[in-house]
């Protein structure tokens, strides 16, 4: 029979973030579609608070590391910590949400447990019996589902492939797992990130608002690059949607046109760039071809605004076309947004 461990870590606020909560929901469903032992594996400052959150999940054990060397991500205290949840729990199969955090160790502790590891997982499921997971392969074109012989496996999941277990808390008996703080050199002077409103790139936002190559080119006799950014970041600023773009746009720079300045190649949507999982897009001034597209390939409500009413989107890309200039349609939305 299998075992399965679960292991997760808190965000830098202390809680158990989305991603985390996705993956209770799987791991749980997984056991109980394989019939398997469920265990969870905490490690982090304070994570008996999170063991309690999750005691009517349907884990059977709790393992938790406790220690302030544990309250920063850093792969060397971090790795060590996920190894010793293994090697407490023994599982044959080691699940994990795709976090930064999670994801930079679990290859390091498949390799010090002796196991394997397959990152990146889409879907988890029994069949006959085993576990198969379904992983994307080549730019999210190609789908394989997969198996392994070897133990323990290890499984990194995907964010936004189950809903997040929102269960009520408990009284959680974790068992707490000795862990020696590996020798580092790296001392964690502090966070140096960009103000929240300067992060663009927003995973959790409800729209994906793209940007094309059109905002650069002559409207009207003239480059409006400046009324171009407001229009942009005035709309991004009043809706917290995500910022993406098209290649043609974001390489602008590289070829020394005039650019917005807010975005770069980490923008760029499509078969070269990122295929983000937001629920709703729309794009502006992008002309919708195919190599761009693909990147909306888990975008299911689609709108878009173009001058050409035979551009990409009017070609079965989109759900809903706006044939209208992009710079009066985002004037009168940001003007409505204001209200
Ligand atoms: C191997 C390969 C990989 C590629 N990978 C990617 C990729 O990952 N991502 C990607 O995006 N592209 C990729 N491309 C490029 C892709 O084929 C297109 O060239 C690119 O997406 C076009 O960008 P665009 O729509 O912004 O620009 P354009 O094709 O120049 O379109 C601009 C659009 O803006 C519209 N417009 C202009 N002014 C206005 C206005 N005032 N209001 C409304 N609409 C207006 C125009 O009608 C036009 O449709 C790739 C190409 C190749 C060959």
Not at 57 to 74: I, N, T
Not at 203 to 218: C, E, M, N, S, Y
Request: charge should be neutral.
């Amino acid at each position: 029979m299998e075992t399965i461990l679960l292991l997760l870590a808190p965000e830098l606020d202390g809680t158990l973030g989305k991603n985390s909560l996705e993956a209770v929901t799987a791991a749980a469903t997984l056991a109980t579609d394989l019939g398997a032992t469920f265990k969870v594996g905490l490690f982090g400052k304070t994570v008996q608070p999170l063991a309690d959150q999750l005691a009517g999940c349907g884990a059977e054990a709790f393992f938790a590391v406790s220690d302030d060397a544990l309250g920063m991500p850093r792969y060397a205290t971090d790795a060590a910590a996920a190894a010793a949840l293994v090697q407490a729990a023994a599982p044959s199969i080691v699940l994990a949400p795709a976090t930064s955090r999670l994801a930079r160790i679990l290859p390091g502790v498949a390799q010090r447990t002796g196991g394997r590891v397959d990152t990146f997982v889409t879907e988890l499921a029994a069949e006959n019996g085993a576990p198969v997971i379904t992983r994307w392969y080549y730019r999210q074109r190609m789908a394989a589902k997969q198996s392994r012989a070897q133990r323990p496996w290890c499984i990194s999941l995907a964010g936004g492939c189950a809903a997040p277990y929102a269960g009520a808390a408990g009284q959680a008996a974790a068992t707490a797992v000795p862990f020696a703080v590996p020798a580092s050199a790296t001392r964690i002077a502090g966070v140096d990130a960009p103000a929240a409103d300067a992060q663009t790139i927003r995973p959790d936002a409800q729209l994906l608002f793209v940007t094309g190559a059109g905002w650069t080119k002559k409207q009207a006799g003239a480059v409006r690059l400046e009324e171009a950014s407001s229009l942009i970041l005035g709309f991004l600023d009043a809706t917290q949607s995500s910022l993406g773009s098209t290649k043609s746009l974001v390489d602008l720079g590289g070829e020394g046109h005039g650019v917005l300045p807010f975005l770069s190649h980490m923008h760029q949507v499509g078969q070269t760039g990122s295929t983000p999982r937001h629920k709703k897009g729309l794009a502006t001034c992008c002309h919708g071809e195919e190599p761009h597209v693909v990147g909306w390939r888990f975008i299911t409500e689609r709108r878009a605004v173009n001058l050409d009413a035979s551009c990409g989107w009017a070609q079965g890309k989109a759900d809903v076309l706006y044939v209208a200039d992009a710079f009066a349609v985002m004037e009168k939305v940001n003007a409505l947004l204001k209200g």
